[in-house]
């Protein structure tokens, strides 16, 4: 009987589209600002985990699906994950050897990089509006970072034993 690895690919579509999930579910309009960048963090993550079964189609999918779901501009978010899974493959292996902190210090930059250009985008596309307020999700997806990594890593070597 075959074992499947933590890292299969479903196990991998299923984190991404549960992240989704969070990504856009509704919030109260004064809690929209406090929520993390779920989608981001997963992505961040799997990139980061299994590089060559994670890239930038599964980034362009999922953004894809996001802009789907949000109604905004088709291919924003499409862009911003694809960049994102894009920046997780240039720093890959310098990655896997920081501490934890090392890399919440990076999964801040590469989410605020990505947060800014979707400001950006909004800007070019939308209504003009600047406020500091969108590095927030970056800046709590990092303080979020080792716990999410710590778990995720501890259920993949559950996952592995069973």
Not at 88 to 97: G, Q
């Amino acid at each position: 009987m075959a074992t499947t690895s933590p890292a299969s690919l479903p196990w991998i579509w299923f984190c991404l589209l549960m992240a989704l999930c969070l990504q856009v579910m509704p919030l109260a309009d004064g809690w929209q600002i406090w929520r993390p960048d779920w989608l981001g963090l997963m992505l961040i993550y799997w990139c980061m985990k299994a590089p060559h079964r994670v890239g930038v189609f599964h980034g362009f999918v999922l953004g894809i699906l996001v802009d789907l779901i949000e109604g905004s501009t088709l291919g924003q978010n499409a862009l911003t994950l694809s960049l994102l899974a894009f920046l997780c493959a240039l720093v890959y292996p310098r990655f896997r050897a920081y501490s934890l902190v090392q890399q919440a210090v990076l999964i801040l930059v590469l989410l605020g990089t990505v947060q800014l250009v979707e400001q950006w985008l909004r800007t070019l596309l939308g209504p003009f509006s600047i406020h500091l307020s969108f590095l927030l999700p970056s800046l709590i997806g990092a303080v979020l970072w080792p716990w999410l990594a710590t778990l995720f890593e501890a259920l993949g070597r559950r996952l592995a034993r069973d």
